[in-house]
């Protein structure tokens, strides 16, 4: 198993989870989070003051799926949320040694 954690912008959640939700994966955590790399975020004026705004929001996507599935969820995500600009993200994939259901208590896989 692989946790798979991708950096996107917001506006493209939609269409990598749908486009994850073809591929059968029904698990998926969100989380709103700021941050910058090379986009180093811009300056704006507020009351005439000009400031500048370093962390910029992003959507931190975390889906974990058997190895099999990998390749596809990753060009999944990829294919979504790609515009071609600075700041499209990043795909991190990450060995996973189990997992477990705390309803039920299934583990590895039929924990997913």
Aim: with cysteine; net charge neutral; glycine share 10%.
């Amino acid at each position: 198993m692989k946790k798979i954690e991708a950096i996107i912008k917001p506006f493209k959640l939609d269409d990598v989870k749908e486009a994850l939700t073809e591929l059968g994966i029904c698990g998926m955590t969100i989380t709103e989070v700021k941050g910058f790399g090379r986009q180093k975020g811009h300056a704006e004026i507020y009351r005439g003051a000009e400031y500048v705004i370093d962390f910029l929001p992003k959507i931190k996507l975390e889906v974990v799926v058997p190895d099999p599935v990998v390749p596809q969820a990753v060009e999944a995500i990829q294919q979504r949320a790609h515009t071609g600009k600075i700041g499209d993200g990043k795909i991190f994939i990450i060995p996973i040694d189990d997992a477990v259901r705390i309803r039920t208590g299934e583990v590895g896989h039929d924990a997913l």
